[in-house]
């Protein structure tokens, strides 16, 4: 007997393989989240969003989603912590997916307790229903021969500005005097951005942040300079 989320009601297609199945994401990129809403969107999945450990513990307290996608590296923690706090929940577990541009991360996420792992970016439809359907009880897959959409998605460069809008916000308050542990989590945002947006420039910029013993002064002002080249640029993305 599965120990898996029930099988939904709404019966899944080959063109809609994941019909009537809820996915929590746990994501702190806008960037990275749209992508997935529109994979989400193209294979009949319903999705919600956590940005942080705190806000998905929020969502895990009033319902229990079908598929759980987990970043490794959130805000306010390791996304392995709430991969291993989801599987001891009591009751149906949801198949739990790691995810992270950190592959050497998925080790760590399998070990965690993870059914799978989706590397950064997520953007080919055929290979995000592929990782999940992989890992989903048979019952729960649809029948017969599935289509396989040659589809990469394109989200919304808005979502782009956005997330270099809270990395610039965050390096000016670093700047101002918050806490150096800030960067480390700044680098690895900055890093999953750059990859999730094939930049290799920011990739650049997130290597000079997560430079060991810290970024020099050089450092920060090329990386905030290239923050704001990028925000004022994002329309034309």
């Known amino acids: 007997m599965s120990d898996t989320i029930p099988n939904p009601t709404r019966t899944p297609t ?11 994401l746990v994501e702190d990129s806008r960037f990275a989240s749209e992508a997935v809403r529109l994979l989400c969107l193209r294979s009949g999945a319903r999705i919600r969003r956590a940005d942080c450990l705190a806000s998905a513990d929020r969502h895990l307290k009033t319902y229990r989603p079908s598929i759980a996608i987990v970043d490794m590296g959130l805000p306010d923690g390791s996304g392995g912590d ?3 706090e989801i599987r001891g929940l009591r009751g149906p577990h949801p198949v739990i ?28 439809l055929a290979l995000f229903q592929d990782t999940i359907l992989s890992a989903l009880p048979e019952e729960m897959r649809p029948l017969g021969w599935r ?9 919304d460069p808005l979502a782009l500005r956005d997330d270099l809008q809270r990395l610039s916000n965050l390096l000016h308050a670093v700047g101002a005097g918050m806490p150096l542990p800030a960067l480390p989590y700044a680098a690895h ?14 990739g650049d910029a997130a290597q000079r942040l997560g430079r060991r013993g810290g970024p020099s002064r050089d450092d920060m002002t090329r990386v905030t300079e290239l923050l704001d080249e990028r925000i004022a640029a994002t329309g034309a993305f």
């Not at 289509?147 to 989200?155: F, G, Q, R, T, Y």
């Not at 990859?195 to 290799?200: I, P, Q, T, V």
């Open 189 to 202: 945002f900055l890093s999953s951005v750059a990859r999730s947006a094939h930049d290799a420039a920011l």
């Open 82 to 84: 709430l991969i291993a």
């Open 147 to 155: 289509p396989l959409a040659d589809l990469v998605v394109e989200p």
């Open 14 to 24: 080959p063109e809609r393989p994941l019909t009537g199945l809820t996915v929590l």
């Open 97 to 124: 997916l790691g995810t992270s541009g950190d592959t050497a991360l998925k080790e760590a996420a399998l070990a965690a307790g993870a059914n799978g792992f989706l590397d950064k970016p997520i953007e080919s």
